[in-house]
């Protein structure tokens, strides 16, 4: 199983209580169930609003089971951000 890092981004952050942390996940969908499960509360409500970057690549409407996760890659959590 590929393992890699989830990044937090601004309220996310927050939600989840750190900048960071390691994923054991094949898919992007298993990457998120177990941050759910590890941070139940506020980072769930907060996830249903965030978009994703994949190594760099935004995610946009594809189903999170079809993002295959890399060995050493990067997950950014990117809730929206007011201002410009």
Do not use: I
Not at 6 to 27: C, F, H, I, M, Q
Not at 58 to 71: F, I, N, Q, S
Request: glycine share 10%; proline share 7%; aromatic share 6%.
């Amino acid at each position: 199983m590929p393992k890699g890092t989830v990044r937090y981004w601004a309220a996310a952050k927050s939600a989840a209580g750190l900048a960071e942390e390691p994923y054991d996940a094949a898919t992007l969908a298993d990457a998120l169930t177990a941050a759910r499960e590890r941070h139940p509360g506020e980072l769930v409500r907060v996830l249903q609003r965030c978009s994703f970057l994949v190594d760099g690549n935004p995610v946009g409407t594809r189903e999170h089971e079809t993002v295959r996760l890399a060995e050493g890659g990067t997950v950014e959590v990117l809730p929206p951000f007011a201002g410009g």
